[in-house]
């Protein structure tokens, strides 16, 4: 618990305000013991129910990274802070510190500077598109590689970050799971709608495939604007949209089975 403000000293023992000291206008989320000591606040990019979202400059050397405060900590924070401590590609942020308190915890990554994809202000051909498609390929084999594979589970414009040199990166492994052999289905039912293929709504376990369908429809939407594949055949080529509705198909069973195939055919006209 914050007992007084990092920024003015004043004694909050007694305040009620979650996020500002009503005597200086500091975020005490800044103030978690040994963080300002750290980091230093640069921007305030995101602010949400669950959590709020920093851009900060860490002291000793000036390089920027981002930091997310969980107001009210669970299991899937602490889950979400173990997978990815054991995650190493360049494509996916990695974790370089974290703190907690009894009713917050902050984890701080690397900050992949860039613009989502739902931001772009410019239009992709096919040809750009499908090597963003061929790069999530590669971050997706990785993942499932793992022992157990993970799952991302929410694979969406917002999750995937562009960055100058057109690399791509994958973020926010919020809603991301272990495979599991034994389960029937996923515990939490989450994702976004549009984007979560069917078996995320509880029919049954999610997979490898799960991905593989929120990516398809991710490269449906880059490509027409929408995410309803019915009227892929009048804005790309064949072999294109035929992919992306394999990788969309309703059964998991008749999508790619792995991240793997899917570059495969993106890379050569094979089904």
Same mark, same amino acid.
């Given at each position: 618990m914050i007992m007084s403000c990092y920024e003015c000293g004043q004694d909050l023992s007694n305040l009620t305000a979650e996020k500002i000291c009503d005597f200086c206008g500091a975020t005490l989320l800044l103030q978690l013991p040994g963080f300002p000591e750290r980091y230093e606040a640069m921007e305030y990019i995101h602010s949400g129910k669950q959590s709020d979202v920093f851009v900060v400059k860490r002291r000793n050397d000036g390089a920027f990274l981002l930091a997310k405060f969980y107001k009210s900590p669970s299991k899937s924070v602490c889950d979400e802070e173990s997978m990815l401590s054991h995650l190493d590609h360049p494509s996916i942020p990695k974790i370089v510190d974290s703190f907690e308190t009894e009713d917050t915890v902050c984890i701080v990554r690397d900050y992949v500077q860039g613009i989502s994809l739902n931001k772009l202000s410019f239009s992709l051909d096919e040809e750009q598109i499908i090597?963003?498609?061929?790069?999530?390929?590669?971050?997706?084999?990785?993942?499932?590689?793992?022992?157990?594979?993970?799952?991302?589970? !929410? #694979?969406?414009?917002?999750? $995937?970050? /562009?960055?100058?040199?057109?690399?791509?990166?994958?973020?926010?492994? %919020?809603? +991301?799971?272990?495979?599991?052999?034994?389960?029937?289905?996923?515990?939490?039912?989450?994702?976004?709608?549009?984007?979560?293929?069917?078996?995320?709504?509880?029919?049954?376990?999610?997979?490898?495939?799960? !991905? #593989?369908?929120?990516?398809? $429809?991710? /490269?449906?939407?880059?490509?027409?604007?929408?995410?309803?594949?019915? %009227?892929? +055949?009048?804005?790309?080529?064949?072999?294109?949209?035929?992919?992306?509705?394999?990788?969309?198909?309703?059964?998991?069973?008749?999508?790619?089975?792995?991240?793997?195939?899917?570059?495969?055919?993106?890379?050569?006209?094979v089904q």
């Open positions: 090597d963003i498609g061929k790069q999530l390929c590669d971050i997706l084999t990785y993942l499932h590689s793992q022992e157990p594979p993970v799952i991302h589970r !929410d #694979i969406k414009p917002q999750n $995937v970050i /562009l960055d100058d040199n057109e690399r791509v990166h994958l973020i926010d492994f %919020g809603i +991301s799971r272990n495979f599991s052999e034994k389960a029937l289905k996923d515990t939490v039912h989450i994702g976004t709608e549009g984007f979560m293929p069917p078996e995320q709504y509880g029919f049954s376990q999610t997979d490898c495939r799960a !991905d #593989i369908y929120s990516m398809g $429809v991710l /490269l449906c939407w880059l490509l027409t604007g929408k995410m309803n594949p019915d %009227g892929l +055949s009048t804005s790309g080529s064949e072999h294109f949209t035929n992919v992306i509705k394999k990788c969309t198909a309703f059964a998991p069973e008749n999508r790619y089975p792995t991240a793997a195939a899917v570059k495969n055919a993106l890379l050569h006209d």
